[in-house]
């Protein structure tokens, strides 16, 4: 492949990681990871409530991986309340899946740049080492897209196996119980695996620009290898 290809191609994979870097940063400050809507079973009980009057009973709520909010409704009315992870929510949440979660979104963020850094200093400079070749790019977008795996596989398990919707909605509710009525992961969690696709695809984008992958034999060196021992 001609230079020039070779250039462009690195720069639309430098611009991605980038992007991928800024947008993971702006999806971890939001409360957008979890929308979903609460029912307030107590309260439906205590009525009797059914068809359009379950209505009444269900607040919603919505939350990231800081802070999220909840409308409680009971009857009378939606009451808004604002929460944060810590410290309140420390000690009803599983908090090494949740630190986890944070820690692999920042290492996500720091390799996302560092390829983007590499991927630009190869279209613009002559690659003279191995960190600074084709197989140091494939290891940031191989580490960038497996911290995005990793974040959606422990988010996932935290909500729909520790339920953490219904941990949060019955945090500090005596009287009242809560259960989910409907959740779906929202914007910002889409967000992380479109990161985690582009990643994979910048890989792509390597081996579409004749390099090949890493640990991976060529035909000469087998053939010459079979010629060799076929002598013994």
């Not at 939001?30 to 009057?53: D, F, H, K, Y």
């Not at 613009?124 to 995005?148: K, N, R, V």
């Not at 992380?192 to 582009?198: A, G, P, Q, Y």
């Amino acid at each position: 492949m001609p230079a020039q290809q070779k250039k462009l191609i690195f720069c639309a994979a430098g611009v991605l990681s980038l992007a991928c870097a800024l947008g993971t940063a702006a999806a971890v400050g939001t409360q957008l990871w979890v929308r979903g809507t609460i029912l307030c079973t107590t309260g439906a009980l205590l009525v009797n409530a059914s068809g359009p009057e379950l209505h009444k009973f269900i607040g919603e709520i919505q939350y990231g991986l800081f802070s999220g909010q909840r409308v409680r409704q009971c009857g009378l009315g939606g009451r808004p309340l604002q929460f944060s992870f810590f410290p309140d929510l420390l000690k009803i949440i599983p908090a090494s899946i949740h630190v986890s979660v944070i820690l692999f979104c920042t290492v996500l963020i720091v390799f996302a740049l560092v390829g983007a850094g590499f991927f630009m200093f190869n279209a613009f400079g002559s690659p003279y080492e191995t960190l600074h070749g084709p197989i140091g790019l494939y290891l940031w977008s191989f580490i960038a897209c497996s911290c995005g795996c990793l974040i959606m596989i422990l988010f996932s398990s935290e909500v729909k196996i520790h339920h953490l919707s219904e941990k949060i909605a019955n945090f500090k509710e005596g009287t009242f119980t809560f259960k989910t009525h409907r959740e779906q992961f929202a914007n910002s969690f889409w967000t992380i695996l479109v990161c985690s696709l582009v990643h994979f695809l910048n890989a792509l984008l390597i081996r579409f620009a004749g390099f090949e992958f890493p640990f991976s034999k060529s035909k000469d060196s087998g053939t010459i290898t079979g010629a060799v021992d076929l002598m013994y």
